[in-house]
């Protein structure tokens, strides 16, 4: 698990220049990108993930954990090397980390498939991480850092002289969020 956008990114968008809540804005950067993978049920910046083992389903489709796929190293099913290609084993759909077989169904042996990839997304040299997540992202701390400075988490108003405070239910994630989130989850074929 790794942040989706940058602090100093983030600081640029906020406008703000002191170093005083680095430490702060960095935290929110962290929780808002955890929550993000955890409501999507995968990892987003990319890593090699070397020998997983994966049961297949008996389709001809094969999900992989994590997407995009970057670079497929090995795939063996049933301790059988297996080569991608139209005139091979199996195509790979990059995009969204599927592995069509062409001949047959894949095997439904107990972590009879192994794979060696690397998948997911990029915030540096050439960022390939999709610009409606960092915007959701960005929208996110900003809304969480303006009221923390005005009036306090999650007050919605306050009245005196009995200091009475009106508060929301906290949603993590509001209706136009989760419709940028589904963009991002497993579409089964």
């Known amino acids: 698990m790794s942040d989706i956008i940058t602090l100093p990114n983030l600081k640029t968008y906020l406008s703000e220049s002191s170093s005083t809540f680095d430490t702060i804005l960095a935290m929110l950067i962290s929780a808002i990108s955890e929550a993000i993978e955890k409501e999507l049920g995968r990892s987003l910046i990319e890593a090699t993930y070397t020998g997983i083992e994966i049961t297949g389903n008996g389709s001809v489709f094969l999900y992989l954990p994590n997407w995009p796929v970057t670079t497929l190293t090995s795939l063996t099913e049933d301790d059988v090397e297996l080569y991608e290609g139209k005139d091979e084993d199996f195509r790979l759909y990059t995009a969204k980390g599927i592995l069509e077989k062409l001949t047959g169904c894949w095997s439904t042996t107990p972590k009879g498939i192994v794979v060696t990839y690397k998948a997911g997304y990029t915030i540096s040299g050439t960022p390939t991480m ?4 960092q915007l959701m992202c960005y929208h996110k701390i900003a809304r969480a850092w303006k009221e923390a400075r005005s009036q306090g988490w999650g007050e919605t108003s306050r009245s005196f002289p009995d200091g009475s ?7 993590l994630f509001d209706k136009e969020e989760m419709a940028i989130l589904d963009n991002y989850r497993r579409t089964i074929i």
């Open 130 to 133: 999709p610009k409606d997540l």
């Open 165 to 171: 405070v009106n508060t929301i239910e906290a949603v």
